[in-house]
């Protein structure tokens, strides 16, 4: 089986996520705590929020973490130890970067039963895009071979990390990646599977033959919804609030990344949770830290969207941290944190 890190379009994606030594930035100021006003929820049903008030945020079940912030201590304890200690700290479910991240060989059956003798579930998987290479591990080059693995562990979402630039940064390039997109996710859903793209904050920048047009919404707006999902980094998210909140002639074009889930809630089955602390001498304007330390109004985005139609019952949340500095320490207090949540509290 090959690995993520054999695929340069997926090293590429990993270098501009920080995940090879780029400082990480963080988010806008204000956050979801100012300015715009939330979308109009459509669809809410009683059912979506717990009875009464004091229940969980999170629903059980629903808390995961992208493996990739553990990899230093995959490659040290390797997966056995690591599950077991996500399982103390209250962990439900695990999205994957990799099948092996430097473990050596280890088959996908070993790997299911790890999860299942953790109680751990396989939740989704990050995968490249395309590659230059065709026999490289991505969804261009070896479709059959990326579901037949994510279906081997039972996954019921296979998702990519790389962004839409294979055909570059206009309009007709994107639809040109979403035309492809839709085909895999056609590909998945045969399979029982979603397929899912997880942003970064360039999505969210405009379009370099079309100044006004934001390239999420191409995606968006030329992607079948019933074909291809999106998983939310609420960081990344934030952090382009902070940087693309201006055209390039420096007209104003603020957005809310939360209404972008109010919209269209069943677009969003997976969403990446991380935090960050303002600090507006990093170009980002924030700088990134374990969920719960910063300054983003996570009871806020939580509540809003557990008030959507299947809130609490489609959505799942994944803890992660591009750089963290003792892992295990990140996971177990973002879990904490996150658990300490409450419906109708302070949190």
């Given amino acids: 089986m090959k690995r993520a890190q ?34 109009a929820q459509t669809g809410t049903t009683t059912a979506a929020a717990p009875k009464g ?10 808390l995961g973490i992208q493996l990739y912030t553990l990899r230093d201590q995959v490659q040290s304890i390797g997966f056995a130890g690591v599950f077991e200690e996500l399982a103390r700290y209250g ?95 056609a590909a ?30 191409v995606l968006l707006a030329e992607t079948d919804p019933d074909l291809v999902h999106l998983e939310m980094d609420i960081y990344w998210a934030y ?27 069943h677009r969003y089955p997976l969403f990446h949770v991380k935090d960050g602390e303002h600090d507006e001498t990093v170009p980002d304007g924030y700088r990134m830290v374990d969920v719960g330390d910063g300054d983003i109004d996570y009871r806020r985005f939580l509540s809003a969207v557990g008030k959507t139609h299947g809130g609490r019952r489609d959505h799942h949340w994944m803890v992660e941290h591009d750089q963290p500095a003792d892992s295990l320490t990140t996971a177990r207090r973002s879990a904490r944190y996150l658990r300490s949540l409450r419906c109708g509290g302070r949190g």
């Fill in 6 to 39: 054999d695929n340069p379009e997926l090293a590429e994606t990993l270098r501009r996520r920080g995940f090879l030594g780029v400082a990480a930035g963080a988010t806008a100021a204000g956050l979801l705590g100012t300015g715009t006003a939330m979308a």
């Fill in 53 to 62: 008030r004091g229940g969980p945020l999170v629903p059980r079940g629903h």
């Fill in 91 to 185: 962990y439900d479910q695990v999205e994957f970067a990799g099948y092996t991240q430097g473990t050596g060989d280890i088959t996908l059956g070993q790997l299911r039963r790890l999860m299942r003798d953790h109680g751990l579930r396989g939740i989704g998987s990050h995968v490249g895009y395309y590659s230059d290479d065709p026999k490289a591990y991505t969804f261009a080059t070896n479709l059959t071979q990326v579901l037949d693995d994510a279906e081997a562990l039972g996954l019921p979402h296979v998702g990519t990390a790389s962004g839409p630039w294979r055909y570059g940064s206009t309009v007709d390039g994107w639809k040109r990646c979403a035309e492809e997109f839709n085909t895999y996710g």
């Fill in 188 to 217: 998945a859903k045969a399979r029982g599977m979603k397929f899912y793209q997880h942003n970064h904050a360039e999505e969210f920048s405009f379009a370099t033959d079309r100044p006004d047009v934001r390239l999420y919404d």
């Fill in 239 to 265: 952090v382009a609030q902070y940087r693309f909140g201006r055209k390039a002639d420096g007209s104003p074009a603020p957005f809310e990344p939360l209404n972008y889930v109010l919209k269209a809630p």
